[in-house]
């Protein structure tokens, strides 16, 4: 496996640049992981990010594997799961306070980051 796992692109995130961070995970690793065998899947996503210093980055990288791991048809890493992976408050990371962004947001994110209290439109994760 060459490429970088989650935990290493958590590592390397912007807590003050949303953007920034969504390209790296959404594309970069997206593409490592769009690549990647079974095997490679869970090590990509098996250690645990270290806190990025935003509650709100922490919630997607848990809401984002546990994403990638029910796709892949594995279980989810423990790590994704723990209570520091879920927001109190809603987050919409792509929305920049547009109605309709947050509106589809609400309506089409995967129930992963539903649950984990961070609302993306399911076509903003695909890998193009």
Not at 23 to 52: K, M, S
């Amino acid at each position: 496996m060459d490429g970088r796992t989650l935990s290493q692109y958590a590592g390397m995130l912007d807590p003050r640049d949303d953007r920034w961070n969504l390209r790296l995970l959404l594309h970069e690793f997206g593409l490592v992981w769009q690549d990647a065998t079974a095997g490679e899947r869970r090590q990509l996503i098996g250690d645990a990010p270290p806190p990025t210093g935003s509650r709100r980055w922490d919630a997607f990288l848990g809401a984002y594997a546990e994403h990638l791991a029910y796709h892949a048809g594995q279980p989810a890493p423990s790590w994704a799961t723990s209570p520091d992976r879920y927001l109190h408050t809603v987050w919409f990371p792509l929305t920049d306070d547009i109605a309709t962004l947050r509106v589809e947001a609400l309506v089409h994110a995967p129930a992963h980051f539903d649950a984990h209290g961070v609302f993306i439109a399911r076509r903003e994760l695909e890998v193009v």
